[in-house]
């Protein structure tokens, strides 16, 4: 079964759309957001825009679900690339995406944002083969308490990093995650 290529307008359109609606979504909350105004700042009508997506939710959940490919399609091509691979080198890896798309980021990671999405995020990175494992002396019973506490902390250690305008470099930043996560009852294969 072939594939259909996307015509280089729909992507176009599609990423005029997307733009448009992030830029909204810096400024106000999704329920305040209309089709009207995404059209009007992407100069698409809304015919078009119905054509691609159902509503702003729709687009949302669109645009959070490329930005998960994506980050796994780039933890995959990092991780393929390297024979010997430290853990650190893949969480600069993420960090350095995220600032790369860290006007998104900053919607989908903000205090304010979807948190199911966000752990959704963090597990996706936990479970992508990453040289994690809990040490023999954690009980099974306790493993998804501490998977819970790193999650959310490296969620924190995110949203403070795009907050404060992301100035400290990737590989501090992979450090901090990485050297906070060593002195856990967790080690790397």
């Not at 679900?65 to 691979?85: A, G, M, V």
């Not at 790193?150 to 795009?162: D, E, H, N």
């Not at 992979?174 to 294969?189: G, R």
């Amino acid at each position: 079964m072939k594939v259909k290529k996307e015509d280089r307008r729909v992507k176009y359109t599609k990423m005029v759309l997307k733009e448009s609606f992030i830029d909204l979504l810096i400024e106000k909350d999704i329920k305040s957001i209309t089709i009207t105004e995404i059209c009007e700042n992407a100069d698409i009508n809304r015919a078009t825009f119905y054509t691609h997506y159902a509503d702003q939710y729709d687009l949302l959940k669109k645009i959070e679900d490329e930005f998960l490919e994506n980050l796994k399609e780039y933890i995959f091509q990092f991780k393929s690339d390297k024979s010997n691979i430290q853990m650190v080198d893949i969480l600069a890896k993420i960090f350095e995406y995220l600032k790369a798309n860290s006007k998104l980021c900053k919607i989908i990671m903000s205090k304010q944002g979807d948190l199911e999405y966000q752990n959704e995020i963090m597990m996706m990175i936990y479970e992508s083969d990453m040289p994690m494992k809990p040490s023999e002396e954690l009980a099974k019973s306790e493993e998804p308490y501490l998977y819970a506490f790193i999650i959310t902390g490296c969620v924190g250690v995110v949203q403070k990093w795009l907050d404060e305008g992301m100035k400290s470099p990737t590989k501090v930043m992979a450090n901090v995650i990485f050297d906070t996560i060593k002195k856990l009852p967790v080690f790397f294969e």
